[in-house]
C-alpha cells in the first residue's frame, strides 16, 4: 500500500484521529498540539502584563493598545501561529523556548512592546509556562464537555427512570430470579451514582505553579529580591483563574490531576457497568432497538440488529480507564526535583478523553435507541411465581409461624412454581384474615416495594 505523507483520517494510527475523528472535534480546541500552544500564549502574556504591572524600573506598565495587542495574540490565534512555532521548534529543539521566539517575533513591530520583549518567559522555567496550560485545558475540557456530556447521559437516565418508574421488571441476582424492580428503578439506581460521579469530578480543584526552576523563585529573587514573589504569581494564577500551589519541584506534582483522572474513570466505570446491563436486557429481548434505514447487524445474517451502541461505548471505556488510571498513576511520581516520564505521558490527555467522547457518544446514541418490549418484559416477571416465597416467609415470620424460611424453602428452591400451588399454601397458613389476603392478592408483577416511587423521585 501506498500511503500519503500528509496525514488524514485513513491513514492516522489512532482511531481518534480516523474514524472517530468527528467525535473527538469538540476536545481539538483544548487538548490537541495547537491548542497547547495556544494556551502556552495566553500564560505567556498573563506573566508579561503581570510584569508590568508590578511597578518594575525597567518595564513600565503597558498602554491600553499594546495590552489589546497582546491579548488579540491569544483570542486570534490559528494553526498558521501553531505552524510557526513548529517551524521555529525545529531550530531550537525546545517547544516552550519556540513560543517565546514566536511571541517576540509577533511584537517586534510595535515599539513599545519589542521594547520589553526581554521580559517574555522573566524567570519562567518552561514547566511554569507548561502546568498552568494543562491546569486551563483539563479545567475548560472539563467545563465544556466532560460535565456537560456526563450530564446529558445523567438527564437521559433519569427521563427513562421517570419514564419506566411503574413497568415491573424481574431482578436477577446471581443470574436467577430474585425480588422484583421495576425498570425505571433500575435507571435510576445508576442515575443516582452517575451524580454522585459527577460532584466527584466537579469538586477537583486545578492548581498551578509559576514559582521557578526547583519551586523556590531562584531567579525572581536574583533579580528583584524586593518584590513578593509568592503573591505576585498567586496574582497571575488567579487571574487566570486558577489556585496556586504553593509547594512544588520544578513541575507542579500534578496530585489534582490524579484526582480528577480517577473521578472520570470512576463516572466511567458506572457507566460500563450500566452498557453491560442494557445490553443483557436486549439479550432478554425487554428492549427492542429502533432500526435505522440503510443499516446492517450482519454481513451473514439479515435478521440481526445488534446492540452495537452499548458495545461500543464498552470497549471505548476500558481503552479511556486504561489510559486515565496510568496518568493517575504515574503523573505524581517524578525522580528527585524533576524528570521528564511526565511531558510525554501528558500529550496523551486528547487520547483518554478523546476515548471517553467516544464512549459517551456511542452510549446516548444506544439510549436513544431503546424501545421497550412490554410483552417480553411482562412474560418474564409473570412466570416466576417463586419470587413470592420472600414476602411470605416474612409474614409468617411476623404472626410467629414454626419455621417460615425452612418451608418456602422446600416449597420453591431449585423449581418453579405456579399460581395455584402459592395460593394453596398460603390458604393452609394459620395467618390472621388481613394478612392472608393480602398475600393471596400479590403478584410478582405487584410485588414490587417502593421501586416505583424511588424511581419517579430521583
Not at 496525514?7 to 494510527?13: E, F, G, V
Not at 480546541?29 to 502584563?49: D, K, Y
Not at 514573589?229 to 496556586?244: C, D, E, I, M, N
Not at 411470605?392 to 419455621?403: A, E, F, H, I, N
Amino acid at each position: 500500500m501506498q500511503v500519503n505523507p500528509q496525514s488524514t483520517s485513513l491513514n492516522a494510527l489512532s482511531p481518534l484521529d480516523g474514524r472517530y475523528a468527528a467525535k473527538c472535534q469538540p476536545l481539538r480546541p483544548f487538548l490537541s498540539e495547537a491548542g497547547f500552544m495556544a494556551h502556552r500564549v495566553e500564560v505567556e502574556i498573563a506573566w508579561l502584563i503581570g510584569l508590568s504591572e508590578a511597578g518594575l524600573p525597567e518595564l513600565t506598565p503597558f498602554s491600553d493598545a499594546s495590552r489589546t495587542a497582546l491579548q488579540n495574540l491569544v483570542r486570534n490565534f490559528s494553526e498558521d501561529d501553531a505552524a510557526r512555532i513548529k517551524e521555529i521548534e525545529r531550530t531550537t529543539n525546545h517547544d516552550v523556548k519556540a513560543v517565546e521566539y514566536w511571541l517576540k517575533e509577533r511584537v517586534a513591530d510595535n515599539a513599545e512592546l519589542a521594547k520589553a520583549a526581554e521580559f517574555i518567559h522573566f524567570a519562567c522555567t518552561s514547566e511554569d509556562i507548561n502546568n498552568t496550560s494543562h491546569a486551563l485545558m483539563l479545567s475548560r475540557t472539563r467545563s465544556a464537555f466532560i460535565t456537560p456530556k456526563i450530564g446529558e447521559l445523567n438527564d437521559t437516565l433519569k427521563n427513562l427512570a421517570r419514564q419506566f418508574a411503574h413497568q415491573p421488571m424481574l431482578s436477577r441476582t446471581h443470574g436467577q430470579p430474585a425480588s422484583p424492580t421495576t425498570l425505571g428503578k433500575e435507571f435510576a439506581n445508576v442515575a443516582a451514582r452517575l451524580e454522585r460521579a459527577l460532584a466527584a469530578i466537579e469538586s477537583v480543584q486545578p492548581l498551578a505553579k509559576m514559582n521557578g526552576a526547583t519551586g523556590n523563585y531562584n531567579a525572581h529573587m536574583s533579580a528583584y529580591p524586593e518584590i513578593d514573589w509568592p503573591a505576585f504569581s498567586q496574582r497571575v494564577l488567579s487571574g487566570l483563574g486558577l489556585t496556586q500551589n504553593p509547594y512544588s519541584i520544578q513541575i507542579e506534582p500534578h496530585d489534582w490531576m490524579a484526582a480528577l483522572f480517577d473521578a472520570v474513570a470512576r463516572a466511567n466505570t458506572i457507566l460500563l457497568d450500566l452498557n453491560r446491563d442494557i445490553w443483557g436486557y436486549i439479550s432478554l429481548g425487554y428492549f427492542k432497538q429502533r432500526l435505522k434505514e440503510g443499516e446492517v447487524g450482519s454481513s451473514t445474517m439479515p435478521h440481526k440488529v445488534n446492540p452495537i451502541d452499548f458495545e461500543n461505548s464498552e470497549g471505548n471505556l476500558g481503552l479511556a480507564n486504561a489510559m486515565l488510571r496510568h496518568l493517575s498513576e504515574k503523573l505524581p511520581v517524578s525522580r528527585w526535583q524533576r524528570d521528564l516520564t511526565d511531558s510525554t505521558v501528558l500529550r496523551n490527555l486528547g487520547v483518554a478523553l478523546g476515548y471517553c467522547a467516544v464512549a459517551y457518544d456511542a452510549c446516548l446514541r444506544g439510549l436513544a435507541k431503546l424501545e421497550l418490549n412490554a410483552a417480553a418484559i411482562d412474560a418474564d416477571i409473570d412466570s416466576c411465581w417463586e419470587v413470592l416465597a420472600e414476602p411470605v416467609q416474612t409474614v409468617m415470620r411476623r404472626y410467629g409461624l414454626p419455621q417460615p424460611y425452612e418451608q418456602l424453602k422446600a416449597l420453591t428452591r431449585g423449581k418453579g412454581i405456579t399460581q395455584q400451588a402459592l395460593s394453596e399454601f398460603i390458604a393452609g397458613l394459620d395467618l390472621p384474615q388481613e394478612p392472608k389476603a393480602r398475600l393471596m392478592a400479590l403478584t410478582p408483577r405487584s410485588y414490587i416495594g417502593l421501586a416505583a416511587n424511588l424511581a419517579s423521585d430521583i
